[in-house]
């Protein structure tokens, strides 16, 4: 398998401030989804990005396949946008492997 | 159009009890997953299904859990006996046509605590 390590683990942000989460992984990946998981546990997909860049209203996400990371921006955060962040590799078209999650508090 | 449904949703059980997990995943996908996901942690694949094929069941523990598909739809996920360690998120999750290209959806879980 590979590993996915996710940073940072923690971060409280206030609204209206910008931040960026990063994924690495230790092997080359055929793809490459970040989710955010809200606070009742619910997966939604944010991008679904094996290389390149893509922009979905304040989120968006950045995957260089060469050196093996992906970032997520998050702009003009909201409380809404507080849960946690994982970043998931597909490794040899067979399986993903998930990072431990980026945890973001977005504070009133 | 209707999203990964499981159930239940929560589940508390004594140890050594078995218990059994539910998942329609969404219509005309073929692929179904289950993962399970421990406090603090990402989700882990326990077995991925294409139609009514498991394609790789590596990480699931088959002294105590099983799984089935039956007709290529639903899934039922179950572990007998449960032990205290089984204690977490349950996960389903689909895809159209597998895990090459195509972005995975998830259901909202079945939470289980082993007492």
């Known amino acids: 398998g590979i590993q996915v390590e996710q940073s940072p683990p923690d971060l409280i942000l206030q609204e209206g401030a910008n931040s960026t989460l990063r994924c690495n992984f230790s092997?080359?990946?055929?793809?490459l989804q970040w989710f955010h998981q809200n606070p009742w546990g619910q997966l939604i997909n944010l991008f679904y990005?094996?290389?390149g860049t893509k922009q979905n209203g304040r989120l968006s996400a950045t995957t260089v396949a060469t050196e093996r990371y992906s970032l997520l921006y998050i702009s003009s955060s909201q409380t809404t946008d507080s849960g946690v962040y994982f970043c998931?590799?597909?490794?040899?078209?067979?399986?993903?492997?998930f990072g431990s999650g980026t945890k973001l508090n977005v504070k009133p | 159009e209707a999203g990964v449904v499981q159930s239940p949703r929560y589940k508390i059980i004594e140890k050594k009890q078995p218990v059994a997990f539910w998942c329609n995943p969404i219509?005309?996908?073929?692929?179904l997953y289950w993962y399970r996901q421990n406090l603090g942690q990402g989700p882990e694949l326990l077995i991925r299904y294409e139609n009514e094929e498991a394609v790789d069941d590596s990480q699931l523990p088959k002294d105590r859990f099983s799984a089935e598909r039956l007709k290529g739809v639903d899934s039922t996920l179950k572990i007998q006996p449960a032990e205290l360690g089984d204690s977490a998120v349950y996960l389903c999750a689909s895809s159209p046509s597998g895990s090459r290209d195509d972005t995975q959806y998830f259901g909202p879980g079945t939470r289980l605590t082993v007492l």
């Open positions: 990005i094996p290389s």
């Open positions: 092997d080359s990946v055929n793809n």
């Open positions: 219509s005309g996908h073929n692929t």
């Open positions: 998931a590799a597909l490794y040899n078209f067979n399986k993903f492997y």
